[in-house]
């Protein structure tokens, strides 16, 4: 399984030299892998952990933290369920149980086809179209059961494609410049040379 | 009183393109910036200090003083908070999608003023639409030299950099923000140094302003520090959006000039709230996110000013108000609350990690009927264990303020709801209805 592609390993150099330190561009590089591959694989982290500068391990101990990063396999579509405070008043357990009935999964699993992964949020701050639901980090809401089953078809069918990007695919706009001010005053920020000790390739496996 | 104060930072939202770097340049976009490029950055910092615009992300410090504290050093940094994670607050959201060129302009004031020449705006990572709106409007800044090796013309060298999040509401606090951004796991740092204007990113001095913060700077360096300051009442100078939602008839965000309008108003009024959601008895509300304690139909009079809601044993916080109506259960609600601190709990600090579960557990019972009456005492103490005295400002066992802000909805039931507590008990369940989609 996947190792970062030469055109990710590119964008991803393009993003770790918009930093002063290698180690900040950690989770723009694994929002780039799950972006490839849908999730983080092994081999993924060990490419960015080489890129960082850093232990594979140190890649997993950081984005095991966030929500966000998924180090195991998840569904094409990623639907996402708040139920914090201001959802749950405008009833979006109601919302969740239905999921899980659509689905036939409970929160945290995936349809045995691959197409959904049913996860519940903590607020998504979309408060004012409660109850609100994700999918692959897309908002949708308000959204009550009919609607859940509608969505749910539009995406099997594919009719969102435009809307809803695969898993994984955060923006999908790059940016488009270098840091011109930086190399300009090459006062040693992102432009420089990196110090051995920070240069990719040099971690011990 | 509802007032019709100028709309400081939501004057594009609506236009159906106000994120274009076009639609910006032909709204006044980027004349605040050219106008501060032509003064002195001490003297934008004094406009700023002027206008006493206190930050916007929910501790509510002023804006210039935090300026102010930045240590002097050859490498300083600019990190900009849109992280905004804080059950019911939606505003910096509506800001990224709908005026993200406002933030790029905000930053590059506030970067000017402060010297610093690298910036970051650290974007949660949720907002995949905000962010590729950013982004976007990031690489058009540059292009149109707003950023970059000379801003507009002025000899002045700023780089930005949009930094998505990846989920994880503890990154709102700023050293754990700074630490995310340093490509860690987001672990609040210990204090001292309590401010990252002494000790920030890389170790270097940091200023961490809200995204609404900066995205007031444009109109305060267009119109004056004064002009911003004669808005609002008191310290709680300008206007500020509120984040309206729960169980009213119409949830949203609205710029409202401060300490004028109340939170009757806010929650009533028909060009705000419109009331209760199917006229119904208010029961309680949230006054400043789901940290502070909550407050009853007899505060429904307190202007939206920071001072006086501070007064008044809670803080408006991040500005977002949460209604509860009759058919509430308060039980369920401070459920849902500490469920979410468990959570989110960043796990460094014991008295968080661990009493977050335990009140997250016994609330459960408790709602669900298992409880027993001495549950109730029991859960007061795993919060006095977190914030010894159970006051309000909170008590602080531990690194960051995230764990002293877990009692606040518990002891809030527990005061303004005892009754509600002990029928769960005796009657062995939930005797509110059960909170539903509203159709039609």
Redesign the interface.
């Known amino acids: 399984m996947a190792r970062l592609s030469p055109a990710t390993r590119a964008r991803a150099e393009a993003i770790v030299a ?4 290698r ?6 590089l ?2 780039l892998a799950q972006a490839q591959d849908g999730f983080l694989t092994e081999e993924a982290m060990e490419d960015i952990a080489g890129l ?1 500068g ?1 232990t594979p391990a140190e890649v997993r ?3 095991s ?5 998924h180090t195991e396999p998840v569904g094409r579509h990623v639907v996402t369920v708040c ?4 959802c ?8 969740l149980d239905h999921a899980e009935a659509l689905f036939g999964i409970s929160v945290g699993q995936t349809t045995a086809d691959g197409e959904f992964t049913l996860e519940e ?8 179209h ?2 609100c639901v ?1 999918v ?4 949708f809401g ?1 959204v ?2 009919d609607g859940l089953d509608a969505l749910a078809e539009d995406l099997r069918a594919g009719h969102l494609r435009e809307t809803v990007p695969a898993h994984g695919i ?8 270098g ?7 090459s006062r040693g ?1 992102a432009g420089r040379q990196p110090r051995p000790s920070e240069a990719p390739g040099t971690v011990a496996r | 009183m509802i007032t019709t104060p100028p709309r400081i930072v939501t004057s594009r939202v609506g236009l159906p393109d106000s994120f274009t770097l076009e639609r910006y340049l032909a709204t006044g976009g980027y004349a605040g910036l050219r106008q501060a490029l032509s003064m002195a950055p001490a003297d934008v910092a004094a406009e700023v200090n002027k206008a006493s615009l206190l930050g916007r992300g929910g501790a509510g410090f002023p804006a210039g003083r935090k300026w102010s504290m930045l240590r002097k050093a050859a490498t300083t940094y600019l990190v900009v908070n849109g992280d905004e994670s804080e059950p019911a607050t939606f505003k910096d959201h509506m800001l990224i999608e709908n005026d993200p060129h406002q933030i790029i302009e905000g930053t590059a004031i506030a970067a000017y003023a402060t010297g610093v020449e690298q910036a970051f705006i650290y974007c949660r990572g949720e907002f995949a639409l905000g962010l590729e709106r950013l982004v976007q409007a990031c690489n058009e800044a540059y292009a149109y030299g707003a950023v970059g090796a000379d801003v507009l013309g002025s000899g002045y060298a700023l780089d930005i950099v949009i930094h998505p999040g990846a989920g994880a509401y503890i990154c709102g606090e700023e050293t754990a923000l700074l630490e995310s951004l340093e490509g860690k796991r987001g672990f609040p740092r210990i204090k001292p140094p309590y401010f990252p204007a002494a000790v920030g990113l890389y170790g270097e001095p940091t200023v961490v302003n809200n995204v609404e913060t900066v995205s007031s700077l444009p109109w305060i360096v267009l119109h004056g520090g004064d002009a911003f300051a004669a808005l609002g009442e008191g310290s709680s100078t300008g206007t500020r959006l509120f984040a309206l939602s729960g169980r009213v008839e119409h949830p949203g965000w609205f710029e409202i000039e401060m300490g004028k309008t109340t939170f009757r108003d806010l929650i009533y009024d028909p060009s705000l709230g419109g009331g209760i959601a199917g006229g119904m008895p208010l029961r309680a509300f949230i006054p400043g996110g789901v940290s502070s304690p909550w407050f009853g139909p007899e505060q429904l009079d307190l202007e939206l000013n920071q001072e006086a809601v501070g007064k008044a044993g809670s803080m408006l916080g991040s500005g977002s108000v949460v209604v509860m109506d009759s058919d509430t259960c308060p039980v369920r609600a401070a459920w849902r609350i500490a469920r979410f601190f468990n959570r989110e709990s960043c796990g460094q600090c014991t008295p968080c990690r661990e009493g977050s579960g335990w009140i997250e557990k016994i609330m459960h019972r408790l709602e669900n009927g298992l409880g027993r009456e001495e549950d109730i005492a029991l859960v007061l103490d795993a919060c006095d264990n977190i914030s010894p005295g159970l006051n309000w400002p909170p008590q602080q066992t531990t690194i960051c303020v995230f764990g002293p802000s877990i009692p606040a909805s518990i002891v809030s039931v527990a005061k303004m709801f005892p009754d509600d507590l002990l029928v769960h008990v005796e009657e062995g369940g939930c005797p509110f209805p059960a909170d539903a989609v509203r159709r039609g």
């Open positions: 918009c930093y002063p330190k180690r900040s561009a950690l989770i723009p694994c929002h960082l850093c101990g950081t984005a933290f966030y929500d966000m990063l139920t914090n405070i201001a749950m008043l405008a009833g979006a357990y109601e919302v949020a903590e607020c998504l701050a979309g408060c004012d409660a109850p994700q692959n980090s897309r908002f308000p009550d059961p955060l923006s999908r706009v790059e940016r488009n410049v840091l011109p001010a930086r190399e300009a005053r920020g």
